[in-house]
């Protein structure tokens, strides 16, 4: 129980820091991720501010020496404050209006544009564009109008986007660096997690030879992982306990069923439990000289419990403990058994019963069986033809109800007569077509096999049944005149 605690613990502190280390991790990718938008759009304002301003510094410095030249002097003086203009390296075109209808002068002279679409590009204001023009109204002693400045935009968009890239590989890097170093933390977290998982399927599979990695994963999944492999060690020592008691068990239960007969007649069987103990059980003995009794119990389910039950019932029958009770009358028997063995005093197990008297003297026998699959029989005709006789009768099965009266018959047998009593795991085979087989199915390999030994007869029921494997206990008693 300590070792099952400590896993415990330990894994709800592994799964707390993965949690939170998650969590923290999300947390910096998102901050990453809103940095470098924020940062863009920073840029991007700075960027858009700074080139606004010095194109309107550069408009109001044209604009103030136009004006005062313009006072001053003459026209041709108009030149020579665009040259100087000219000098900063963003400005495209200068044209200066008359009246604002008329082209006063321009630079460069080739410059070929109208009033009309100066004054479409001064209305945009987006920098998105190739151009980006500002204009002012200017007065002088000599003349008045609008003049036009026309920035590239070119090498600011350039100089921008670089800027930008150079802020988005690095934010980029910057995250790249943080999912490298999540995947490292992780990784050594959930791998060996997902180790743990695979050994826990494996030891599910029943792999018990499998151990999970104490070596990786941090403190807390080492932890999980040697308690993990103790509690395995642990569960592999019970189970090497468990398995040693089953196999001697198992011998008991073999160890109680009858030797074969071979005289007045032959008595053979072959039990095939699905499990080390399962619900099958049998036996046979001489109540007289001349009587043999002769049983097959089949309790529901597999395992100790039902093994349990079977062998008591068997060893009641062997010994004929059964109060009051004649075993040569098999209603008897069937109604006394009944009696002892209800459901509701037995963990709610029931079984079923054949049970038959042969006097070997006379070769009659009286039979009944208690919700069993009933007992057949090959005779042998004088043409050698081979039949098939059904030996049941409908009853219900031991630990229903108490106080049921149950019915029996009488079958003259004779020589050379075979007789097959068994559980209904031969019977009720399933085919690769996950149908159950007919009894014609069942009592035809009856008689195809009934010259052969009984180990011919169960592989060929074997190979009936999908997989070519019994999945339910397997007894069968085969009784030659």
């Known amino acids: 129980m300590k070792i099952f605690k400590n896993i415990f613990l330990n894994l709800d502190t592994v799964r707390l820091r993965t949690k939170l280390i998650l969590f923290v991790s999300s947390l910096i990718v998102l901050v990453a991720i809103f940095f470098y938008f924020y940062i863009m759009n920073l840029q991007k304002t700075l960027y858009n501010e700074s080139f606004i301003k010095s194109a309107n510094g550069t408009l109001e410095t044209v604009k103030f020496g136009m004006e005062e030249i313009l006072t001053l002097e003459s026209y041709e003086t108009v030149n020579k404050i665009f040259l100087q203009a000219k000098k900063d390296k963003y400005v495209e075109f200068i044209v200066l209006t008359l009246d604002k209808d008329e082209i006063l002068a321009k630079y460069p002279e080739s410059l070929k544009i109208t009033i009309d679409r100066l004054n479409q590009l001064s209305l945009k204001k ?151 103990l399962g619900g099958d059980a049998f036996g046979y003995h001489y109540i007289d000289e001349k009587n043999l009794a002769i049983y097959l119990i089949d309790v529901a389910g597999h395992g100790v419990g039902s093994a349990l039950l079977s062998v008591s019932v068997v060893n009641i029958m062997r010994t004929q403990s059964l109060t009051g009770t004649d075993f040569h009358n098999p209603c008897d028997v069937l109604f006394s058994l009944n009696q002892v063995f209800q459901m509701e005093n037995h963990g709610d197990k029931f079984f079923t019963l054949w049970y038959g008297v042969l006097n070997k003297k006379t070769l009659e026998l009286k039979y009944s069986c208690a919700g069993h699959p009933p007992a057949f029989l090959v005779r042998k005709t004088k043409t050698n033809i081979k039949e098939i006789k059904k030996i049941g009768a409908l009853n219900n099965f031991i630990g229903f109800l108490p106080n049921i009266k149950f019915e029996s018959n009488v079958f003259q047998m004779q020589k050379n007569d075979s007789l097959y009593i068994y559980s209904d795991g031969l019977s009720e085979l399933m085919n690769e077509k996950n149908k159950m087989i007919s009894e014609g199915e069942f009592t035809q390999s009856l008689k195809d096999y009934d010259d052969k030994s009984i180990d011919e007869l169960l592989i060929n029921l074997r190979d009936k049944q999908r997989n070519n494997t019994f999945t339910d206990d397997c007894s069968i008693i085969k009784i030659i005149i």
């Open 126 to 276: 987006s920098l998105q564009d190739s151009v980006f023009v500002l204009s002012s109204t200017y007065k002088s002693k000599l003349w008045s109008g609008e003049l036009f400045i026309g920035f590239s935009t070119k090498e600011i968009k350039e100089q921008k986007e670089k800027v930008l890239s150079d802020v988005g590989i690095t934010n980029l890097i910057i995250l790249f660096v943080i999912v490298i170093g999540i995947i490292l933390i992780t990784t050594n977290i959930t791998r060996p997690l997902e180790n743990l998982r695979r050994v826990t399927e494996k030891i599910g599979k029943g792999n018990l030879s499998t151990r999970a990695d104490e070596s990786k994963g941090g403190l807390e999944v080492t932890s999980v992982s040697r308690a993990f492999n103790q509690m395995i060690s642990s569960l592999t020592d019970t189970q090497k306990e468990l398995q040693s008691e089953l196999s001697e068990a198992a011998i008991f239960v073999f160890s109680i069923l009858p030797e074969p007969i071979k005289s007045d007649l032959t008595v053979e069987w072959r039990f095939i439990p699905s499990r080390e």
